[in-house]
C-alpha cells in the first residue's frame, strides 16, 4: 500500500529546563496494518517526546491528518480552530489547486470527519472499529445524559464517550458510554441495540448513508441540532 506519512522535524522547547529537543512530528499519518502508526497513535508514542536535557516527558498536541488507508477513513485532528477552518474551507471550497485531490476522495467514497481532540480521534476509530454509526452515537449520549441526569440533577456531565470492553472470559464486546462529572467516569451506561436501532430510525435513517454523509463535524452540538430539529417539526405550534 502506498503511504505518504508525513513528518515534520521540530524544535521543542521543554516546559521543565526551557531546553530545545528534536521532535519528529507526524503531520499526516497514513496507517496500515503492517506499518505499526495506528498503535503509536493509540499508545500517544508519536505525541510523546523524552527531553533530551532533562529526560522528562512532554505531551505535544499539534494537528495532524490520520488516514486508516485500507477503510478509506480518514479523521482531521485539529487542535486549534485555525486549522479546523483550513480542513472546512478545503474540503468545503478548495482552489483549483486543491481540487483533484478532493474529487479524488469522493471518487474513492472516502469518509471524512474532524475533530478537536486525540481522545475524540480515538473514540472515532473505536466506534468504526464495532461497526457503528458514529452518528447514532452522538445522538444516542443525549439520550444516556438525559437519563442521567433524571436520577442526579444536582450533576454537570463535562464528557461522554463511547467505549468498547470485552470482560475476561467472554467473546463479545460490550458497548458502552461512559459519563464524565468533573472529568470523573461517575457512570456508564451499555449501548441497548433496540435503542440504537431506534435512534438510527428516528434521527438518522433520513441522512445519507454514513460514507456518503458530507458531515465532517459530528459531535454533541451536530446531535443536539439534529434532536432539536426533529423537536421542532414534531412540535409546530410552538414555534
Ligand atoms: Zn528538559
Given at each position: 500500500?502506498?503511504?505518504?506519512?508525513?513528518?515534520?522535524?521540530?524544535?521543542?522547547?521543554?516546559?521543565?529546563?526551557?531546553?530545545?529537543?528534536?521532535?519528529?512530528?507526524?503531520?499526516?499519518?497514513?496507517?496500515?496494518?503492517?506499518?505499526?502508526?495506528?498503535?503509536?497513535?493509540?499508545?500517544?508514542?508519536?505525541?510523546?517526546?523524552?527531553?533530551?536535557?532533562?529526560?522528562?516527558?512532554?505531551?505535544?498536541?499539534?494537528?495532524?491528518?490520520?488516514?486508516?488507508?485500507?477503510?478509506?477513513?480518514?479523521?482531521?485532528?485539529?487542535?486549534?480552530?485555525?486549522?479546523?477552518?483550513?480542513?472546512?474551507?478545503?474540503?468545503?471550497?478548495?482552489?483549483?489547486?486543491?481540487?483533484?485531490?478532493?474529487?479524488?476522495?469522493?471518487?474513492?467514497?472516502?469518509?471524512?470527519?474532524?475533530?478537536?481532540?486525540?481522545?475524540?480521534?480515538?473514540?472515532?476509530?473505536?466506534?468504526?472499529?464495532?461497526?457503528?454509526?458514529?452518528?447514532?452515537?452522538?445522538?444516542?449520549?443525549?439520550?444516556v445524559a438525559g437519563s442521567y441526569l433524571r436520577d442526579h440533577p444536582e450533576d454537570k456531565i463535562?464528557?461522554?464517550?463511547?467505549?468498547?470492553?470485552?470482560?475476561?472470559?467472554?467473546?463479545?464486546?460490550?458497548?458502552?458510554?461512559?459519563i464524565?462529572v468533573?472529568?470523573?467516569?461517575?457512570?456508564?451506561?451499555?449501548?441497548?441495540?433496540?435503542?440504537?436501532?431506534?435512534?438510527?430510525?428516528?434521527?438518522?435513517?433520513?441522512?445519507?448513508?454514513?460514507?456518503?454523509?458530507?458531515?465532517?463535524?459530528?459531535?454533541?452540538?451536530?446531535?443536539?441540532?439534529?434532536?432539536?430539529?426533529?423537536?421542532?417539526?414534531?412540535?409546530?405550534?410552538?414555534?
Amino acid at each position: 500500500m502506498e503511504t505518504h506519512t508525513m513528518i515534520e522535524k521540530v524544535k521543542i522547547k521543554c516546559p521543565k529546563c526551557g531546553e530545545e529537543s528534536d521532535f519528529d512530528m507526524y503531520k499526516r499519518i497514513d496507517a496500515t496494518p503492517e506499518n505499526g502508526l495506528r498503535n503509536r497513535l493509540l499508545d500517544n508514542s508519536l505525541f510523546t517526546l523524552y527531553c533530551s536535557h532533562c529526560s522528562c516527558k512532554i505531551n505535544v498536541e499539534h494537528s495532524f491528518l490520520y488516514n486508516q488507508l485500507e477503510d478509506n477513513y480518514i479523521v482531521h485532528c485539529c487542535v486549534n480552530d485555525k486549522d479546523a477552518q483550513d480542513v472546512i474551507n478545503l474540503l468545503t471550497k478548495p482552489t483549483e489547486e486543491q481540487k483533484p485531490v478532493v474529487n479524488s476522495l469522493a471518487k474513492n467514497n472516502t469518509m471524512i470527519r474532524l475533530v478537536r481532540n486525540r481522545q475524540m480521534l480515538i473514540e472515532k476509530l473505536c466506534i468504526y472499529d464495532m461497526g457503528m454509526d458514529d452518528r447514532v452515537i452522538e445522538v444516542y449520549k443525549h439520550i444516556v445524559a438525559g437519563s442521567y441526569l433524571r436520577d442526579h440533577p444536582e450533576d454537570k456531565i463535562t464528557k461522554m464517550l463511547f467505549d468498547a470492553v470485552k470482560p475476561k472470559g467472554e467473546e463479545e464486546y460490550h458497548k458502552i458510554i461512559r459519563i464524565f462529572v468533573d472529568d470523573k467516569n461517575v457512570a456508564q451506561s451499555e449501548i441497548v441495540p433496540e435503542t440504537y436501532k431506534k435512534v438510527f430510525e428516528d434521527y438518522v435513517s433520513g441522512m445519507p448513508v454514513m460514507r456518503a454523509d458530507k458531515n465532517l463535524i459530528v459531535n454533541s452540538a451536530w446531535a443536539k441540532s439534529i434532536i432539536d430539529l426533529k423537536n421542532a417539526a414534531a412540535n409546530p405550534a410552538d414555534a
